[in-house]
């Protein structure tokens, strides 16, 4: 598996300014709080199909993603969430009773996974609490005696490691007051089983708007629910109806194959997308799948109109074509076509024409493996360019695909190229430039 990459809740920062406001009282009371259990875990032959039920509920949650860490033991914790203040490491789930979650109780395993409150305290929202609210009774509980099962495994964490005031955690209250909602799955009455299936999958155990809502500067979510989101070094794209830079165009069937293998008639999966598709939405039943692609379906597209595209004669985009026609071209067409189900389209690919640039960026300096599936065992990769290119020649060839064959976005500057190899630590470029200007 590839370099982990996963969103982190830069809210964290301005929350101790929300807690320092004091909310003493509500914390007592959020604390202390008890969780009576409505369905408890059976015996028998009955627990054997309960464990399996669970099992299934961890891959749709992706538990696994965030609690191993690279190299690491399954759920012994330990992986890192970068912030720009310093890290948390996600913890020790194993049934280690001293630097796991042995010991635990179902009612305190319930008040972490769907309340936020951990063996230390609150919890950061690095761990999608916020999304797991919305898990039934049922499948909690189902939950919990699969994580029960999982062989101890010694490892200490240490989860904390921001430094004074944000690793206070009696200040996250102030950011549960404001944006965690904690309540469980509510189906829409006049919706159709498969409608609220989808929504449950996709708001509870998939956490998908994780990625895909925008944050605000508390690192709530905004309103702008599954309309793109920006990830470090990676854009989760539009996922409602907008017809350019969404699902519009794409039919149930595309976003079902993608979501099974990883790719699809129009697309391949790339960075942390590819990471839940290996680890979770590939397990997925075609029941649960369609549910989703349902559900996407019915989103109402969101309003960000397609832009005017940049003119072919434009000095960018006249560099931007021979560069693509060179280096390009050989794999994804002339056309933008690419391959079906191998080489991605570039043409009528909504995160080509997305407003924010950061995957395709990332995708053209590093280079990708191809999503690795059970239906799709040999996906192509996409070779890096980093050192082959200069800033400018990426910038030039990226605003050119991004305009071209009915695609339409803002360009990419150099400076955007050059402050990306930085954060992304690509390659530094090799050569000279291939086509003139530097
Ligand atoms: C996106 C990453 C991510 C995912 C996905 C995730 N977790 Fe976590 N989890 C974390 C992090 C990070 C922490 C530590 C947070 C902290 O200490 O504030 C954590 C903490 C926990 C804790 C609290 C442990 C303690 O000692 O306080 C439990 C229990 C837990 N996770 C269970 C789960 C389960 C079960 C799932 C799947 C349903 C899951 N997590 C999915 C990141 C994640
Ligand atoms: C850890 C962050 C993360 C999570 C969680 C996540 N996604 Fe994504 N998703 C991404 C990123 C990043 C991309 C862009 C990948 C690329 O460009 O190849 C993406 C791409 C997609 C696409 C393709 C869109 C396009 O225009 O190419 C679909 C469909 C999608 N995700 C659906 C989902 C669904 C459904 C869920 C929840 C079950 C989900 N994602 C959860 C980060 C995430
Ligand atoms: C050897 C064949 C090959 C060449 C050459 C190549 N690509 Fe790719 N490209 C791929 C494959 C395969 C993928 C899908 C990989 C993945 O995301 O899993 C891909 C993915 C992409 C994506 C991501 C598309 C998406 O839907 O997220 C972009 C953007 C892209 N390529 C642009 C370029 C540009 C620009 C060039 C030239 C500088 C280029 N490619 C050269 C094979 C190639």
């Not at 206070?168 to 965690?180: E, H, K, P, S």
């Not at 397990?283 to 940049?310: G, H, N, R």
Request: hydrophobic share 35%; glycine share 10%.
């Amino acid at each position: 598996m590839g370099k982990k990459m996963r969103r982190v809740a830069y809210g964290i920062v301005s929350v101790a300014v929300l807690g320092a406001v004091g909310y003493t009282a509500w914390v007592q009371y959020g604390l202390h709080k008890s969780y009576p259990q409505t369905v408890q875990i059976s015996s028998g032959s009955a627990l054997q199909e309960q464990i399996k039920r669970g099992e299934y509920v961890s891959r749709l949650s992706d538990c696994t993603a965030c609690h191993t860490a690279e190299g690491g033991k399954p759920f012994a914790g330990g992986y890192r969430l970068n912030t720009p203040f310093g890290a948390i490491l996600s913890s020790n789930i194993t049934s280690d009773p001293e630097t796991g979650i042995g010991g635990w109780t179902q009612e305190q395993f319930d008040r972490a996974v769907r309340h936020g409150i951990g063996s230390h305290g609150y919890l950061y929202a690095a761990m999608p609490y916020n999304a797991y609210a919305k898990l039934t009774d049922q499948d909690l509980a189902d939950l919990w005696a699969y994580i029960k099962t999982i062989p101890p495994v010694k490892n200490k964490v240490v989860e904390n490691q921001l430094p004074f005031p944000f690793n206070q955690r009696w200040t996250l209250a102030g950011w549960n007051l404001l944006f965690f909602k904690d309540r469980v799955f509510e189906p829409k009455a006049t919706a159709s089983e498969q409608f609220n299936r989808g929504a449950y999958l996709v708001d509870g155990p998939g956490h998908c708007a994780s990625c895909h809502t925008a944050k605000n500067l508390l690192g709530g979510d905004t309103s702008a629910y599954l309309q793109g989101g920006a990830l470090q070094g990676w854009y989760a794209p539009d996922l409602t109806a907008n017809p350019h830079s969404g699902l519009g165009k794409w039919s149930e069937e595309d976003i079902v194959s993608y979501l099974r293998s990883g790719t699809n008639k129009i697309t391949a999966s790339s960075g942390p997308m590819t990471e839940a598709i290996e680890n979770s939405t590939q397990y997925m039943t075609d029941d649960d799948l369609k549910a989703i692609a349902q559900y996407l379906k019915a989103l109402p597209a969101s309003e960000a109109p397609a832009p005017t595209p940049l003119s072919s004669d434009n000095t960018a985009m006249m560099t931007g074509k021979k560069v693509y026609e060179s280096q390009c071209s050989a794999c994804h067409v002339s056309n933008g076509s690419g391959v079906r189900n191998m080489i991605p389209s570039l043409s009528g690919n909504p995160q080509v024409n997305s407003p924010d640039p950061s995957s395709l960026v990332n995708v053209v300096l590093n280079g990708t493996d191809g999503p690795l599936t059970h239906a799709n065992p040999t996906a192509a990769g996409m070779p890096a360019f980093s050192q082959k290119l200069s800033d400018s020649n990426i910038a030039d060839v990226m605003t050119y695909i991004r305009n071209s064959w009915g695609n339409a976005a803002a360009p990419v500057s150099a400076r955007q190229i050059e402050k990306a190899r930085l954060d992304l630590q690509a390659k530094p470029w090799l050569g000279e430039s291939m086509h003139g200007k530097k």
